[in-house]
């Protein structure tokens, strides 16, 4: 598949990361000769100095023979424009990067003057992550596949609890719990692990499982933590205000606390049934004042990762619940690790993977791969897949204990007839099945790529 991205900002670096990664044609359109420099050195993409706005650029990137253009440039309607010049030069499909509410609202309106395949909002996609999380706020971070009917949370391994140092063969036995520890990650390692594998206090696992077997593990080991109500939230930008309306919709309790005057006037328009707080978030007398210590959850969604981080340490050391952390930069996610925060989250890691997904949908109705949803865990270093058989082939009817997988490779979770299988060596892949797989590999096109 041949693939324009026109925009190297965070959003277009990232995906042109994920997708050349893929092995996917790439090619970036910029006008700063210096980041696509810097491109060139970190991946596998062609790169074309100029306006993405610019038919003469388009041509120049192969735009009319392109499958795919990505608009991620600094505004949405550079970015509508561009999809709208590349359906004229001949590109298949576009996808648009929106986010102003007042147009992402109605985008639905304009995608087929604009023949837009898909507008992605990042600000609105990392607020439905967040809200995920904080309805199950037990996971640092939470999928789901199968139109829902499988979870794949992400949880710390607790200690002092009646499963230590019990095998993962021993915990599903001794418990009787259908789940599936899928992914470990211990010590900056991860692991994808068998039967016999001892998780250790502090590991941060990775669960399939239906949502009912989730909440039996999680009340087994005392880790359980009720929906929130009580939310808290430090920055009144986007995020905040797609979160906000998602939150109050749910009905929780929402105070935001913004440290410009004029946006407090805003959100108190936007969202008259939150609390809209004037002040510095980063003031721990004001967050004192305001209840921190009543809070069921502390969001930090300001623009500066550093105090993102001061707050969300501040919160937990008076004991909030849950705390969920804004972080842009990646190089501070080793860091973060260390200091115990557990649900991390990132607009632009939200937004590549959202289209990473289209684009796998786009291969699969091409007839070149069947992956039905594709999730990147622990920082990209796993894949969790769904496929869907169907057609017998020479791995269906065989029980799992007698095919061959490539190392790194796990048969997590069946789903056949509404039914969830957490499947043992004598279950077997059939016709109709859609099956979650877990890969430490990357650009798994078929099911059978698993098999040696």
């Known amino acids: 598949m041949d693939i324009v991205i026109i925009g190297d900002g965070k959003v277009g670096h990232k995906l042109a990361m994920q997708l050349s990664g893929e092995k996917y044609n790439v090619t970036l359109i910029d006008k700063s000769e210096r980041k696509l420099r810097n491109a060139v050195n970190e991946m596998d993409v062609s790169c074309v100095v100029g306006d993405g706005a610019s038919a003469d650029i388009q041509r120049q990137a192969d735009v009319p023979g392109a499958d795919l253009v990505i608009a991620c440039a600094s505004t949405d309607e550079m970015n509508l424009f561009c999809c709208l010049l590349a359906r004229k030069l001949g590109a298949k499909q576009t996808i648009a990067r929106v986010r102003n509410p007042i147009y992402h609202n109605q985008i639905d309106l304009l995608k087929e003057d604009l023949k837009l395949s898909m507008a992605v909002n990042p600000e609105r996609a990392l607020a439905g992550e967040i809200s995920r999380v904080l309805i199950f706020p037990s996971a640092a971070k939470l999928e789901t596949f199968v139109k829902g009917r499988v979870e794949l949370v992400e949880v710390t391994y607790p200690s002092h609890s009646s499963i230590d140092g019990l095998s993962l063969s021993e915990l599903y036995k001794k418990h009787q719990i259908k789940m599936l520890v899928c992914a470990v990650q211990r010590d900056g390692e991860v692991y994808i692990p068998d039967g016999n594998f001892v998780p250790q206090p502090g590991d941060k696992i990775n669960i399939t499982a239906s949502h009912p077997e989730i909440e039996k593990f999680l009340k087994l080991t005392k880790g359980i933590i009720g929906k929130a109500k009580n939310v808290m939230i430090c920055g009144g930008g986007r995020v905040a205000y797609y979160l ?194 877990i890969s430490m590999g990357q650009g798994l096109e078929d099911l059978q790529d698993i098999m040696r």
């Not at 990473?356 to 791969?369: E, K, L």
Request: aromatic residues 4%.
């Open 244 to 437: 906000g309306s998602q939150l109050l919709e749910l009905g929780m309790q929402v105070k935001i606390i913004e440290v410009d005057e004029k946006r407090c006037m805003e959100l108190c328009d936007l969202l008259p049934k939150a609390t809209i707080i004037h002040g510095n978030a980063t003031d721990h007398e004001l967050l004192e004042e305001e209840g921190i210590s009543k809070a069921d959850a502390f969001v930090t969604l300001t623009g500066m990762d550093e105090e993102n981080i001061i707050m969300s340490m501040y919160a937990k050391s008076r004991h909030v619940p849950k705390v969920v952390t804004k972080i842009n930069d990646e190089g501070l996610q080793s860091m973060v690790d260390q200091l115990g925060m557990e649900s991390v989250v990132s607009a632009k890691n939200v937004t590549a993977n959202a289209i990473t997904s289209y684009v796998r949908a786009m291969r699969n109705s091409m007839g070149s791969a069947n992956v039905e949803t594709v999730y990147k865990l622990i920082g990209g270093k796993i894949e969790a897949l769904e496929f869907r058989i169907r057609e017998k082939t020479r791995y269906t009817g065989i029980p799992l204990k007698d095919l061959k997988l490539k190392s790194n490779h796990l048969v997590a979770c069946i789903v056949r007839n509404r039914r969830t299988i957490i499947p043992g060596g004598n279950d077997t892949l059939e016709v109709g099945d859609s099956v979650i797989v």
